[in-house]
């Protein structure tokens, strides 16, 4: 017989529960309470204010539960990608058999890993400007066709399509597959971008090998892509990070045509989203950013052409009228002529009136003139009288005879030569000096 056949060496057969809840008292004894120090990944809150996530760092994780009476003393909103330090009771959640760490209280501890990775990244990114609102295109009003980038097996595919068929059924729609999640989706993913760009720059008269090897959605015609949706449906910072892939979002920013991220939820952001022209909450209002209903397009076309039909038949009531009155006319010439002689000879009668009225103003404005004409005489004859006085009497203040009234004499040589300095004249020499009222010879006694 063997060993694990022996009766004695048999194992314990165990209740599942009874199993479950034996471990669970294992743990108690053994590491309650315990406090874990790891990075928050896909983090929720139910109704009920329950919180559940798991705490991870390089080599494992853990599931957590924090119970709403727990969550409500937290003093902060807890996100992927937190870096933070819990206390509880490690557990076994019996109807699973999953263990399960109960959180009773949470503090933060930092960003955590993945978390600083995306702030790096998006310090980079927009230092170089590739989040700057000026880059940012706005949507279309009615895009010829719209470019879909995201899983063949993403409800996101299914909401986008039903809103899109619903709303604008008539613009085609071009399918370019992609993983959303995993290691390969950042490289399918600019793929699948690419795709979409080449077809935006190709010829419009055929269709393309690379629209057969794309997917086209309810359209037979080669399509015009005029904007581009990237979309993916909620998930954890995990879930999500392939669209925080560089690459991809340099891809994004080298796009020909508008695009719209609705990647996760409202309170998700990926670097795609930074990177987008206009990021919408989910990809159902993705969607309908670039697909305005047709049947408000259909009213619009019904408002115009009212319009146009008022406005033909405007023009042709007025059309009559005029034919009305030009037959009026060509059936009695007579009458045209006799209203014509009637206007030239009222103008006649206005012009010789003006003539006469021109006249009779000249005539009576010819005295004033003159009367001005002899005042403005005796004005400048007046100013040029003024103008002489006083140029006779700055002339006769010249006058030098008026300096030698005062002692001073005017000396010059015998032969008229003036003499202004001693050092025109010697001892001896005969020099004349004129004074007020007459002439005298004198002899410089000394050289000087």
């Known amino acids: ?211 057969r090897n794309l997917t086209k959605i309810e359209s037979d015609a080669d399509p015009v892509i005029d904007v581009i949706l990237l979309v993916r449906g909620g998930g954890s910072m995990e879930d999500l990070w392939a669209f925080n892939d560089e690459q991809l979002a340099r891809t994004l920013a080298q796009s020909p045509v508008p695009i719209v991220s609705g990647v996760g939820h409202e309170t998700d952001f990926t670097m795609a989203d930074f990177v987008a022209d206009l990021r919408a909450p989910t990809p159902t209002a993705a969607a309908e950013l670039v697909a305005q209903p047709r049947d408000v397009w259909l009213g619009a076309i019904d408002g115009v052409a009212r319009r146009l039909q008022d406005a033909a038949l405007r023009h042709l009531d007025q059309q009559s009228q005029r034919l009305d009155m030009t037959v009026s006319r060509l059936g009695r010439p007579s009458a045209l002529v006799g209203r014509q002689r009637l206007r030239i000879a009222a103008s006649a009668q206005s012009l010789q009136f003006a003539a006469r009225l021109f006249v009779s103003q000249r005539q009576q404005a010819l005295p004033r003139l003159q009367l001005a004409l002899a005042d403005a005489r005796r004005r400048d004859l007046d100013r040029k009288q003024d103008r002489l006085a006083r140029a006779e009497l700055r002339l006769g203040l010249l006058d030098p005879t008026l300096v030698l009234q005062r002692g001073y004499a005017w000396l010059s040589s015998q032969e008229g030569e003036t003499i202004t300095s001693v050092r025109q004249v010697h001892a001896g020499q005969l020099v004349k000096a004129t004074l007020a009222d007459g002439e005298v010879d004198l002899q410089v006694s000394q050289s000087p």
């Open 1 to 211: 017989m063997s060993e694990f056949n022996s009766p004695a060496s048999a194992p314990r057969i165990w209740q599942v529960g009874a199993l479950c809840r034996a471990i669970a008292d294992a743990l108690e004894a053994r590491f309650n309470p315990v406090a874990v120090r790891g990075e928050i990944s896909g983090f929720s809150r139910a109704s009920s204010g329950h919180c559940y996530f798991s705490l991870k760092d390089e080599s494992g994780q853990i599931r957590c539960a924090m119970f709403r009476r727990a969550a409500s003393l937290l003093d902060f909103s807890p996100r992927d990608g937190e870096l933070v330090e819990v206390r509880g009771r490690l557990g076994v959640y019996e109807p699973r058999g999953d263990l399960q760490l109960i959180v009773e209280s949470m503090s933060r501890a930092g960003q955590g890993a993945l978390f600083e990775q995306f702030l790096r990244l998006k310090a980079k990114l927009e230092g170089e400007g590739l989040f700057d609102a000026v880059r940012k295109r706005p949507l279309p009003v009615m895009p010829r066709g719209i470019g879909l980038v995201t899983s063949l097996g993403a409800a996101a595919l299914h909401d986008v399509v039903t809103a899109l068929q619903r709303r604008v059924p008539h613009i085609p729609v071009v399918l370019a597959p992609a993983a959303v999640q995993g290691n390969s989706a950042p490289q399918e993913l600019n793929r699948a971008l690419s795709n979409l760009y080449q077809l935006t720059q190709e010829g419009r008269g055929h269709e393309s090998d690379l629209v």
